[in-house]
């Protein structure tokens, strides 16, 4: 009886097991058949970026649909919270940040609380590659939706840093990011990093000698590289290498069939051949660019090379042609993102085709429209450098500025353990002493260098400025004495009505050059920044000297000539001597010689 008792127990019990075996099966299979990433979890990122690029981050038609794409995401994060994937469901968080920073504006306060929130995590976890791409979208972020370029810069070398540890092998994406960073100089205008940069992405291997063209979703990540590194040489005038990189960009462009990029790199090709004078190469290419770029309505780049194209023709003096380029290059002139860019050139080479037909006054007028915008571009140019100068003083002052924070913890840490250790440490306190004041003296050393560069570039910006200012003045000048000459040569050509207004053009560009009392006040500045304390020393040695001849002396200083002098004080070349004679017998000054000598010593 007892043996039939234990019989039935076990029975029951191996019934149970069964039972409960089949419940957890059936429990394993309902979770494997309602996982729709089941293939993404639980592999390195190198195993699966390529699904999830196809999957999330080109994806644009589910992008384009916010409400299904955050389903798609909270799918993803719960399915990889259930198999304790912490790097996928990092790699959710990172999606959101990246659909937050570009899309709807009303979602941008978004952005950094979500990527502070998820850079803690990874830390913790020691998600090296979540960290790195988190930095590039907040540098991104901050650089094209806040245009706060200093944290961007500074988001963009902490990647930079982070990736440095990192194997291409573990983490593919390690050239795309490097070009990232790149491009965040190249945006800033400090084209020296971007170069550097640009070198160091351009030498990365991908893994199993792969390379971007080889991936559809980076083809154009790649194309963007090779061009900005061929457009960076062909402004160092290495046209070689500047060849090969556009060379490189059509061949790309050719394998996705994309016809605008393959005619902007032959474009830019054409243009190599063109800045070397090999017209005979240039002209087919950039015959293919303009004809690819109008048909893209890329109209920047083919006036671009439209009028590359026209200067060719005016070399060769086939005026019918290059008039003809010049007026389709009119034509679409007002589509163009930046007319001013293109009308400074535009302008120049009408005036020149008008003057070669004998048409002086169309000639005159354009020339006027080419100097109106090519100070236009000049002032947004200036303006540009000088922001970008404010700029690179601002990142220079935040690192000093964390440095200094990072000192100042590593100075309270000493205080700390002063106290802690007391007399027992007193010979390490005394090493740590010294070696504090070591840091003192280092972060003085770094300020003062900083104190000191920032001077050498305020001096140089003024130094550039005061060129750019006597520059325009000689320019002016050669202006106004060639149209003499050529009015002079047509006087008896012309009708009167045409002298008047030639004589009336010479008259405005007269009236342009002449130093008013409100641009005095502005050269005075830049003089003074560049001649530091000329004008109070000319005052204390010679206080009989008058505004006007203040003034004089201020240009002779400079080392213009008469006739630029004469311009700006508006008298003639006579008067300009006659001036000159008063001022020596004023001082008592043998000859003119004599005058120099005393204005270059003072």
């Excluded at 149209?483 to 012309?494: G, H, K, L, M, V």
Aim: proline share 1%; charged share 25%; glycine share 4%.
């Amino acid at each position: 009886m007892k043996k039939q008792t234990t019989v039935r127990i076990r029975g029951a019990y191996a019934i149970g097991l069964r039972y409960a075996i089949l419940c957890i099966t059936f429990v394993f299979l309902s979770i494997g058949a309602n996982a729709k990433y089941e293939h993404l979890l639980n592999k390195t990122y190198a195993q699966r970026y390529l699904e999830i690029d196809s999957l999330f981050y080109y994806n644009f038609e589910l992008r384009k649909d916010i409400p299904r794409f955050e389903a798609e995401l909270q799918l993803l994060m719960k399915e990889a919270r259930a198999a304790n994937d912490i790097e996928l469901e990092c790699e959710a968080t990172l999606l959101s940040i990246a659909n937050n920073s570009v899309g709807d504006e009303s979602r941008f306060h978004l952005v950094e609380p979500e990527a502070q929130e998820l850079l803690e995590k990874a830390k913790e976890h020691k998600l090296t590659q979540i960290r790195v791409r988190a930095r590039q979208y907040l540098g991104r972020f901050y650089m094209e939706k806040k245009r706060n370029y200093i944290r961007a810069i500074d988001e963009f070398m902490k990647s930079y840093y982070l990736m440095k540890k990192l194997d291409v092998a573990d983490f593919p994406l390690k050239k795309e990011c490097m070009y990232n960073v790149a491009h965040a100089y190249y945006t800033f205008g400090d084209m020296e990093d971007a170069k550097k940069y640009m070198m160091a992405a351009d030498q990365i291997v991908l893994p199993g000698n792969m390379t971007m063209k080889d991936i559809p979703n980076k083809a154009y990540t790649y194309i963007s590289l090779e061009n900005t590194l061929g457009l960076i040489y062909r402004q160092d005038e290495h046209y070689d290498s500047a060849i090969y990189y556009f060379q490189v960009v059509r061949d790309l462009a050719a394998n996705v069939g994309d016809s605008l990029w393959m005619g902007i790199a032959t474009g830019n090709i054409g243009i190599c051949y063109f800045l070397q004078q090999d017209y005979q190469k240039a002209i087919p290419l950039l015959e293919y660019d303009i004809d690819q770029s109008f048909k893209g309505k890329e109209y920047d780049n083919g006036i671009n090379s439209l009028l590359k194209l026209a200067e060719i023709y005016l070399h060769y003096n086939d005026m019918s042609t290059m008039k003809l380029l010049l007026d389709s290059a009119r034509y679409v002139l007002d589509k163009t993102y930046e007319p001013a860019q293109h009308m400074q050139h535009l302008g120049l080479m009408l005036a020149k085709y008008y003057s070669s037909v004998g048409n002086q006054g169309l000639a005159y007028r354009y020339m006027d429209t080419s100097l109106t915008a090519k100070k236009e571009i000049d002032e947004k140019k200036n303006a540009m450098q000088l922001a970008n100068q404010q700029n690179k003083l601002q990142l220079q002052e935040h690192r000093a500025e964390l440095q200094k924070n990072v000192d100042d913890k590593n100075l309270q840490l000493l205080k700390r353990n002063i106290l802690m250790f007391g007399i027992l440490v007193l010979a390490v306190f005394a090493i740590m002493f010294v070696n504090r004041q070591k840091e003192v003296y280092r972060q003085r050393s770094r300020l003062a260098e900083y104190e000191q560069h920032r001077a050498e570039m305020v001096l140089t910006n003024a130094r550039k400025q005061l060129e750019v200012f006597t520059n325009s003045i000689r320019e002016k000048n050669q202006l106004i004495e060639q149209f003499s000459e050529t009015i002079a040569q047509n006087d008896t050509s012309t009708s009167n009505k045409e002298q008047e207004v030639d004589n009336e053009t010479i008259h405005k560009l007269q009236q342009s050059i002449l130093l008013t009392d409100e641009q005095w006040d502005e050269f005075r500045e830049l003089f003074e920044t560049v001649h530091v304390g000329f004008l109070n020393r000319l005052k204390e040695k010679l206080p009989e000297l008058t505004p006007a001849e203040t003034r004089f002396m201020a240009l002779s200083k400079l080392k213009l000539s008469n006739k630029e002098m004469a311009g700006m004080l508006g008298i003639g070349l006579s008067g300009m001597r006659n001036y000159k004679y008063r001022l020596r017998k004023k001082l008592n000054i043998a000859d003119d010689s004599a005058l120099e000598s005393l204005i270059h010593s003072v």
